[in-house]
C-alpha cells in the first residue's frame, strides 16, 4: 500500500512536470472515456435500468393482435373487463387511455395531458399518492367521475404546491373536478413513452362500451402485473385460451378468425421500443473511438517512455523487478486514465444534458437518462481498464530494457526499433477504427440526407399547425362542431397572410395515429382474408389545398359535403391501386360505420397524393379521409399556410379562436416543418452521436499520426542531417517523411475499408436508401482520411527540411 | 582460507549484432575475497563494463560460472537477480544515473523501497548514508541542483544505503574534474576502511592505485593483475 501511495504520487510528479504530455493524453481520454460514458448512460437509463415502478419484471402491457396486418391495436372496453375478469395470470390489470382536457378558471385557459385511467392503474404500478388518495373502485362509475389526481409538475406549475388544493374543485372540459391526491414527483407514469401527463381522471365505461359487440372498439392501452411465479409464456398461453373462446362465440361465421388475438409483452419492451440495436450499435463504435484515443495514448507514452528508459533502467539496476517496474507504468497510466475519466465524466455530464434537452419526447425515459451509480462504476472500470490497455504495451516495452547498454555513459536507449515498429502498428490501428467509424457516420449522414429527400406528399414550407379540442359539454351537438370550425377557419382565412387554412383529425408525422378497417361495396370478404385496413381521417374544406396534397382524380371536400348529404370519401392512391387495380374507384363507395343493418355506405368522390403519416421512411397504410362536416370531431388539428414566417400569425390565428371562444386552449402550435424534423428526431440522433465520435476519432487519428512522425523525426535528425549534407533537397526530405506517414496511413486505410466492409452491415437497419456497403460513402471517405493524414503528415515533414545539417551532426 | 566473496570461473561473454559475433569476455577467471578493494582496469573496449555488468547481474555469461557469497548466480531468474542487486550489491556508475525527478533523499531511499522496509527504518538509513558522504543538508534538492561531484556522493550514499555485499563502480571519476574525482575516490577509500568491499573499473591508473588490486583487461582476458600494497 505504501508503494502503491509512492507511485502515485510519483506519477502526479512526472505528471506535472510534463503538462504538455498529461494534457493531451488527459484530453484524449477524456473525449474517448466522456463519449463511452455518454452511451452508457443513455443505454444504462433506457436498457438496464428498471423501470421506476414496483417489481417492474412483473408487468406487462396486453394488445389486440392483427397478425396478418401486422398491428398490434389497442384494446377495447369490453376485451379489457373481460381479459381483467377471467385471466388468472394477473395480480391486477389496468386501463388507460388518452385524453385531454381544458383546464378553466383561475387563470388561463389551458390545454392538459390527461389521462382516463381506470381505479387500480396506481395499485397496478405499486404507485402511492403523495398528498390525498388515488381513485376508488367506485369511481370508474359514470357520474362519481369526477374526480383527479394531478401530477407532482402540473401541481407544482399551476398550483404553486398547494397542500390544500385536496378536496378542492378544478373545471375541466367545462366540468367540475375534485382534487383527490397529487402523486410524487418520481410518479412519471407516461413519460417513459414520451407522454408528459398532467393529471389522471377515472375511466367510467358506459354499458353501450361494455357490449361484445364492441369488442373491436380498441382504445385502451392495458397494463398488468403478472402473479409472482407465473411466467409471461404462461400469461400469453392464457391469453391465447381466452381469445380462441371470444373468436368462437363473437366473431360471426365466415369472418376472418385467424386475423385476431391477444399479445402480451414485457411493459420494458414496449418501453424500449426499437431503439435498442441503435443503442448497442453506437455503443459499438463509441468503443472503438476509446480503443483509437488509448493508441493514441499508447503511443505518447512510447515515446515517453525512451526518455524514461534509463529511468527504469537505473530502477531496475537497484532491485526492482520487471513486475514492479511494471506496476509503477501501469499505476501512472491508470492514474492517467482515472484523471481522463474524471474529466470524461464531467463531459459526459454535459452532453447528456444537452442530449436529453434536445430528444426529451423523442426517446424513451428520456427524463431517467443521467448519472448513477451504475454509470460511475462503469466509467471507473472503463477507465482502469483503458489505463491498462494503453500503459501495458509501453510498460512492457519499458521494462525489458537492456540495462547494460542503457547505463552505459552514453548508451543507446534500447529496443528503439521494436517500439518504432509498435507506435507505427498503433497508428495503423488507430487509421483504420477511425475509418470504420468514419464510414458508420457517413452511411448515416448519408441515410439522414436520404429521409430528407423523401417526398412527404405534402408542403410544409410555411405551415402553421395548431390544435384546438372542443369540450363535449359545451359542444355536444354535432352541428355545433362543425360549425365552430367552418367559422374559425373562415375568420383565420380572412387574417391578412394567410392563404388558405383547413383542419384535419390527425396530422401527417406528429406521432398520432388513426385507422380502421373499412369494406368495399359488392366484394364479400373471402374466408380467411381480412378486411381492408387504412389510416382514416376528418378533413375539412381547403385542408388538402393547403397542405398541398394533390388531387389526382374526382374533387376535394368542398361546402357540397354536409352533415345531411351523401356521405361521402376521398381515398389516396394506395388505396385506390391496392383495391381497385383495373378499375376507376370513382364513384365505388366504402363502408367503416354501421353494422349489416344500418351500414352507412360513402361515396368515393376523389383520389389524392399518398402522404408519408408515420414517418418519412417506413411505409405507411392505406389513406382514407371523411368530410369533417360528416364526422364532427371535436379535436382538430388547423393547418395555415402563410405567405411569410408562420410563427408570426400565430398570435392573430390564436387571436381568432379565442374570438369566438375564449375559454378554448389552443395548444401545439408549431409549424408543419417542425412536425417533419422531429419525425427525424432518433435517426438525427444517431447521427449527430457518430458524427461526432466520427470528428473526435478522426482528431485523434490524425493527431496520432503527427505525434508518431514528429517524434520519428527527433530520431531521425541526424540522419536527416546527413542525408542535407550530403545533398539532399527539402523536397527530398518532404518525400521522405510524407512517404514514410502515408505508408501507414494507407495502410491503416485499406484495413478500414476491409474493417468497415465486414462491421457496418451490423447497421444494415439503421440506414435508409443507402447500402451497407456503399461505394460513394466508402471512396469518399476513404478520401477524405488520406487527405487528412496528408495534412498532418506535411507539417512535420515541413519541419524536417528545416533541420540544420550541422546542428544535427553535432548534437550527434 | 574461507570462500571468495564472488568468483568467475571461465566467464564469457559473446554479443550478436546481425551476423557479427564480438567476444566480449573471454574465460575470465575471477576472485574478490570480502572486504578487498579491486580494480580493473584495461583500454577502452576491453570488456571492463561488460564483466562489471556480469558481477552486477545486470547482464548474464554467455558460458562459465558465476559464484556470489558462494551461491551461483549466473542463471537466476529475473526476479531473483533484481532481489540480489537490490541487497548484496551497490552501483555507483559514471553517468550517476539518479533520477531526475526525486529528490536526493528519495534517489537515496530507492533500493530501500524496494524491499518493502519500513518508512522509518528507511529514513534512518537515508540519513546515515547521507551523512557519510556529506549530503545530508542536500535532502530535498533535485539532482539538477547539484554539481557533478555532489551526484556523484548521492549516488554513493544511493549505493552504501542498503549495506551491500559488495560495491561496483564503473568509472566513478570519469564524469567529475580532478578535484571531485579525488574527493569521491577519498570516499570510496574511507568505505573500504570501514570494511567495504569494491570492486572498480577505471582506465585511470592513478585511481587504480587505490584499489588493494588491479586487474588488468585486454581483449576480453586478464592479461595481468598487481598487489598495490
Known amino acids: 500500500m505504501q508503494n502503491l501511495l509512492q507511485d502515485i504520487r510519483y506519477a502526479f510528479r512526472t505528471f506535472r512536470k510534463r503538462p504538455g504530455f498529461t494534457l493531451v493524453a488527459i484530453i484524449a481520454l477524456a473525449l474517448g472515456i466522456g463519449a463511452n460514458t455518454a452511451i452508457f448512460s443513455v443505454i444504462n437509463s433506457i436498457l438496464l435500468k428498471p423501470l421506476a415502478y414496483k417489481d417492474p419484471a412483473a408487468l406487462v402491457s396486453i394488445n389486440h393482435d392483427y397478425p396478418k396486418i401486422n398491428l398490434k391495436a389497442s384494446v377495447s372496453a369490453i376485451g379489457y373487463t373481460h381479459y381483467r375478469d377471467n385471466a388468472k395470470s394477473f395480480e391486477s390489470m389496468a386501463a388507460v387511455t388518452g385524453g385531454s382536457f381544458n383546464l378553466t378558471g383561475g387563470g388561463d385557459p389551458e390545454r392538459l395531458n390527461g389521462s382516463p385511467v381506470t381505479h387500480n392503474l396506481f395499485s397496478t404500478l405499486g404507485a402511492q399518492p403523495a398528498l390525498g388518495r388515488v381513485f376508488l373502485p367506485e369511481e370508474d362509475q359514470p357520474g362519481k367521475n369526477k374526480v383527479v389526481v394531478l401530477s407532482h409538475a402540473f401541481w407544482q406549475r399551476r398550483f404553486g404546491g398547494d397542500p390544500g388544493l385536496v378536496n378542492k374543485t378544478i373545471t375541466l372540459n367545462d366540468e367540475s373536478y375534485t382534487v383527490v391526491g397529487v402523486m410524487p414527483a418520481s410518479f412519471q407514469f407516461g413519460r417513459e413513452l414520451g407522454q408528459v401527463l398532467d393529471l389522471w381522471t377515472p375511466i367510467a365505461f358506459t354499458s353501450e362500451q361494455l357490449q361484445f359487440n364492441r369488442l373491436t372498439n380498441e382504445n385502451l392501452f392495458v397494463i398488468a402485473r403478472l402473479k409472482p411465479g407465473v411466467t409471461i409464456q404462461q400469461a400469453q398461453s392464457e391469453l391465447n385460451t381466452i381469445a380462441d373462446n371470444l373468436r368462437r362465440e363473437y366473431f360471426p361465421a365466415g369472418a376472418d378468425r385467424s386475423n385476431w388475438g391477444l399479445a402480451t409483452q414485457p411493459f420494458r419492451e414496449l418501453v424500449i421500443g426499437d431503439i435498442r440495436q441503435a443503442l448497442w450499435i453506437l455503443m459499438g463504435i463509441v468503443s472503438l473511438v476509446l480503443l483509437i484515443a488509448c493508441a493514441n495514448v499508447a503511443n505518447l507514452l512510447l515515446a515517453r517512455a525512451a526518455d524514461r528508459q534509463k529511468e527504469m533502467a537505473i530502477r531496475t539496476a537497484l532491485g526492482a523487478g520487471r513486475w514492479r517496474v511494471i506496476r509503477q507504468l501501469l499505476t501512472e497510466s491508470a492514474l492517467l486514465s482515472v484523471v481522463g475519466g474524471a474529466f470524461g465524466l464531467l463531459l459526459a455530464w454535459w452532453g447528456i444534458g444537452a442530449l436529453v434537452k434536445v430528444n426529451e419526447t423523442q426517446i424513451p425515459r428520456a427524463n431517467e437518462i443521467g448519472l448513477d451509480w451504475r454509470v460511475l462504476a462503469f466509467t471507473l472500470g472503463v477507465s482502469l481498464l483503458t489505463g491498462v490497455i494503453f500503459g501495458l504495451v509501453p510498460a512492457l516495452q519499458t521494462s525489458k530494457a537492456d540495462l547494460h547498454e542503457t547505463l552505459k555513459e552514453g548508451g543507446r536507449s534500447g529496443s528503439g526499433g521494436a517500439r518504432g515498429w509498435v507506435r507505427s502498428t498503433l497508428v495503423v490501428f488507430e487509421m483504420a477504427l477511425a475509418l470504420v467509424v468514419l464510414i458508420s457516420a457517413g452511411l448515416l449522414i448519408r441515410s439522414f440526407w436520404r429521409v430528407q429527400q423523401v417526398n412527404p406528399g405534402f408542403e410544409p414550407r410555411n405551415l402553421l399547425t395548431m390544435s384546438v379540442g372542443l369540450p363535449m359539454t359545451k359542444y355536444s351537438e354535432r352541428p355545433q362542431r362543425a360549425n365552430f370550425y367552418k367559422e374559425v377557419l373562415s375568420r383565420i382565412r380572412a387574417l391578412p397572410g394567410v392563404r388558405s387554412a383547413g383542419a384535419c383529425s390527425i396530422l401527417p408525422l406528429s406521432g398520432n395515429n388513426s385507422s380502421g378497417s373499412f369494406r368495399i361495396e359488392g366484394r364479400d370478404t373471402p374466408q380467411g382474408q381480412s378486411l381492408p385496413h387504412g389510416d382514416r381521417w376528418a378533413a375539412t374544406t381547403d385542408y388538402f389545398s393547403t397542405m398541398k396534397i394533390p388531387i389526382i382524380r374526382g374533387r376535394f371536400f368542398d361546402d357540397r359535403d354536409t352533415i345531411d348529404s351523401t356521405p361521402v370519401a376521398i381515398i389516396d392512391q394506395t388505396l385506390a391501386s391496392k383495391y381497385w387495380p383495373n378499375e376507376d374507384p370513382m364513384g365505388k363507395r366504402i363502408s367503416f360505420e354501421g353494422g349489416p343493418q344500418n351500414r352507412i355506405w360513402r361515396e368515393v368522390v376523389g383520389i389524392v397524393g399518398h402522404v408519408k403519416h408515420r414517418s418519412l421512411e417506413g411505409e405507411s397504410r392505406v389513406q382514407y379521409y371523411i368530410p369533417h362536416a360528416q364526422m364532427q370531431n371535436p379535436n382538430m388539428n388547423l393547418v395555415i399556410r402563410t405567405d411569410a414566417d408562420p410563427t408570426s400569425l400565430a398570435g392573430v390565428a390564436r387571436g381568432a379562436i379565442s374570438g369566438l371562444d375564449k375559454d378554448l386552449p389552443v395548444y401545439r402550435v408549431q409549424t408543419m416543418e417542425r412536425f417533419v424534423v422531429d419525425s427525424m428526431a432518433q435517426r438525427r440522433f444517431a447521427m449527430t452521436l457518430l458524427g461526432v465520435f466520427a470528428s473526435v476519432a478522426l482528431a485523434l487519428a490524425a493527431v496520432g499520426l503527427y505525434g508518431v512522425l514528429s517524434y520519428s523525426i527527433t530520431q531521425r535528425s541526424h540522419e536527416i542531417g546527413v542525408r542535407m549534407a550530403l545533398g539532399a533537397q527539402a523536397r527530398d526530405v518532404l518525400r521522405l517523411v510524407i512517404g514514410q506517414g502515408m505508408l501507414l496511413a494507407l495502410i491503416g486505410v485499406a484495413l478500414g475499408v476491409v474493417g468497415a466492409f465486414l462491421l457496418t452491415r451490423l447497421m444494415s437497419s439503421l440506414l435508409f436508401g443507402v447500402g451497407a456497403s456503399d461505394p460513394l460513402t466508402f471512396a469518399a471517405i476513404a478520401l477524405l482520411l488520406t487527405l487528412v493524414a496528408l495534412v498532418a503528415c506535411l507539417v512535420p515533414a515541413l519541419r524536417a527540411t528545416k533541420v540544420d545539417p550541422m546542428v544535427a551532426l553535432r548534437y550527434e | ?229
Open chain 2, 1 to 229: 582460507m574461507s570462500e571468495p566473496l564472488l568468483r568467475l570461473d571461465a566467464v564469457t561473454k559473446v554479443f550478436y549484432t546481425d551476423e557479427v559475433e564480438t567476444h566480449a569476455l573471454a574465460g575470465i577467471h575471477l576472485e574478490i575475497n570480502q572486504g578487498e578493494y579491486v580494480s580493473i582496469a584495461g583500454p577502452s573496449g576491453c570488456g571492463k563494463s561488460t564483466l562489471l555488468s556480469i558481477l552486477g547481474l545486470l547482464d548474464s555469461p554467455s558460458d562459465g560460472s558465476y559464484q556470489l557469497n558462494s551461491k551461483p548466480v549466473q542463471s537466476l531468474s529475473l526476479s531473483d537477480r533484481a532481489r540480489i542487486r537490490n541487497r548484496e550489491i551497490g552501483f555507483i556508475f559514471q553517468s550517476f544515473n539518479l533520477i531526475g525527478d526525486l529528490s536526493v533523499y528519495e534517489n537515496v531511499e530507492l533500493p530501500l523501497t524496494y524491499r518493502g522496509m519500513s518508512s522509518a527504518e528507511r529514513k534512518k538509513r537515508v540519513n546515515a548514508a547521507l551523512e557519510k558522504v556529506g549530503m545530508a543538508h542536500r535532502a530535498k534538492h533535485l539532482p539538477s541542483q547539484l554539481s557533478g561531484g555532489q551526484q556523484q556522493r548521492v549516488a554513493v550514499a544511493r549505493a552504501v544505503v542498503g549495506d551491500p555485499l559488495i560495491l561496483l563502480a564503473d568509472e566513478p571519476t570519469g564524469n567529475l574534474d580532478s578535484t571531485n574525482g579525488d574527493a569521491v575516490m577519498d570516499l570510496l577509500r574511507e568505505l573500504h576502511r570501514g570494511g567495504a568491499t569494491i570492486c572498480m573499473v577505471t582506465h585511470d591508473s592513478r585511481f587504480a592505485r587505490h584499489a588493494d588490486r588491479s586487474i588488468h583487461l585486454f581483449d576480453g582476458r586478464v592479461v595481468d593483475e598487481d598487489q598495490n600494497h
